[in-house]
């Protein structure tokens, strides 16, 4: 695991993928949230779907480590150029409302990946009522 890269793609998928589980679970919500993600946005245009699996199971390696947070976080910001963090940022707020309301765990997860994707807080905030917004229901 210590010669673990990721391509700006993986990274991305990382961090759904690190949302996802920020509460211990993997709902199919999220699953089929991060599928449609993978499918629809171009960053993703040459990523075959099927390679959600395999960074999910690199993913879930890196959290079984004591520092795997931490590690991902800085695997995930290595292969991403600064423009991509945002969008890193985006794609976990999307996995978060993919079940309605997000737990407190994954609300510390956000604020834990801001802070480590260098995110400022305002940028943040509009990116997080975007996600929301986009997901209301009547």
């Given amino acids: 695991m210590p010669n673990?890269?990721?391509?700006?793609?993986?990274?991305?998928?990382?961090?759904?993928?690190?949302?996802a589980v920020a509460d211990r679970q993997m709902s199919d919500a999220e699953l089929a949230m991060m599928s449609r993600l993978v499918q629809d946005l171009p960053v993703f245009s040459d990523f075959h779907p099927?390679?959600?699996?395999?960074?999910?199971?690199?993913?879930?390696?890196?959290?079984?480590?004591?520092?795997?947070?931490?590690?991902?976080?800085?695997?995930?910001?290595?292969?991403?150029?600064?423009?991509?963090?945002?969008?890193?940022?985006?794609?976990?707020?999307?996995?978060?409302?993919?079940?309605?309301?997000?737990?407190?765990?994954?609300?510390?997860?956000?604020?834990?990946?801001?802070i480590a994707m260098d995110i400022d807080r305002l940028i943040a905030g509009a990116i997080e009522r975007a996600a929301r917004a986009r997901y209301q229901v009547i």
């Fill in 4 to 19: 673990t890269r990721f391509n700006p793609q993986e990274a991305l998928v990382c961090a759904m993928v690190l949302m």
């Fill in 50 to 114: 099927s390679g959600i699996a395999s960074v999910t199971e690199t993913c879930l390696s890196l959290l079984d480590r004591t520092d795997g947070l931490d590690r991902a976080f800085t695997l995930i910001r290595d292969a991403l150029p600064s423009r991509l963090r945002e969008t890193a940022y985006l794609l976990a707020c999307e996995v978060a409302v993919a079940d309605g309301d997000a737990p407190q765990e994954q609300l510390q997860f956000l604020q834990d990946f801001r």
